[in-house]
């Protein structure tokens, strides 16, 4: 009898045995699927020059864990390395184009001028095509000279910007705009008033192209700042193609854009430590959300 209870017990035993190696199996299985997912997942970012992901350590162990966090972080600084990189790199094509485009315009300007005030051109039936070539070669020039401004900024004056009062006078500007200001009393930033007025205002007028009627400002750090600052607006969801468009200078969706408005935005903010980004999840209640951070 004992050794049939014996007998009994050892089956028990080894069933549970069998069962819990299954039950390893299957999740050693579901856990190797799901690291190998992540891996895609960060793999499709960085061929889409996409390095703003940033993906949950909920279930992992504590080794995958520091090492999804420091993926997660080097993604980040891949992402403002890059963009550092861009701007310097258009900064660089900016100036020669506009280098070598005023030394073409300039002199066909000088010579068309010095034509229109030659008493033979005068009333003769040239006279029409030159001052055409001269209006042609001077709004040329004024357009080139609209874009030095990329490249030939202004070297910021830092002090300590009290962020709320500063977000109400922008509020102020735009009164037909409903406005929804969380950021704490004593929040401070470090930056150029001036400058950073001109990208708040860049963003308002974007929105406001975008046919938004509500602008949200957040910011969930206190004095002084060393977080993350969100801008969201409810105009038009901005496509992922363009998305990925939006800071290179010269891009534009609107018919009458200029394409710097955001490019310029990024360099004064560069300027002073700080990058800005369109998030991939807007705030919950808007379509589009950029972040604003320090370095």
């Known amino acids: 009898m004992k050794s049939e209870e014996f007998a009994t017990a050892i089956i028990i035993v080894c069933l549970v045995v069998a069962i819990a190696a299954i039950a390893a199996l299957v999740y050693w299985y579901r856990h190797q699927r799901l690291l190998r997912e ?7 970012a960085i061929r889409h ?53 005023m030394n073409a315009t300039t002199p066909i300007q000088s ?36 874009y030095r401004k990329l490249t030939q900024l202004q070297e910021p004056v830092i002090a300590d910007v009290n962020m709320l009062g500063f977000c109400k006078q922008i509020a102020t500007l735009y009164p037909t705009l409903q406005w929804d200001i969380d950021i704490p009393a004593d929040l401070t930033l470090q930056a150029d008033e001036n400058l950073l007025r001109q990208v708040f205002i860049n963003l308002t007028k974007n929105a406001i192209e975008a046919e938004a009627g509500k602008i949200g400002i957040k910011a969930p750090s206190t004095s002084p700042f060393g977080g993350v600052l969100y801008m969201a607006n409810d105009g038009h969801v901005i496509p992922l193609d363009v998305a990925q468009e939006i800071f290179i200078p010269f891009f534009t969706t609107k018919q009458t ?33 950029f972040v604003i951070e320090r370095n």
């Not at 992540?38 to 499709?44: L, N, Y």
């Not at 909920?58 to 992402?79: C, P």
């Not at 030659?118 to 000279?145: H, K, M, W």
């Not at 955001?262 to 300027?271: A, N």
């Open 38 to 44: 992540r891996a895609e997942i960060m793999c499709d």
């Open 49 to 101: 020059r996409d390095f703003s992901f940033r993906l949950p350590t909920r279930g992992l162990f504590f080794g995958e864990k520091a090492l999804q966090e420091a993926l997660n972080d080097m993604g980040q600084e891949v992402q403002k390395l890059v963009a550092h990189s861009e701007v310097e790199s258009w900064q660089k094509l900016t100036r020669v184009l506009t280098h070598e485009i």
């Open 111 to 146: 010579i068309s001028q010095a034509y229109l005030k030659s008493r033979e051109i005068q009333g003769s039936p040239f006279e029409e095509g030159i001052r055409a070539i001269s209006d042609t070669s001077a709004g040329l020039a004024t357009f080139v000279e609209s």
């Open 257 to 289: 854009g200029t394409g710097i408005g955001l490019s310029l935005s990024r360099q004064i903010l560069m300027k002073q430590g700080m990058t800005i980004s369109l998030a991939e999840n807007p705030l919950r209640g808007y379509n589009v959300t």
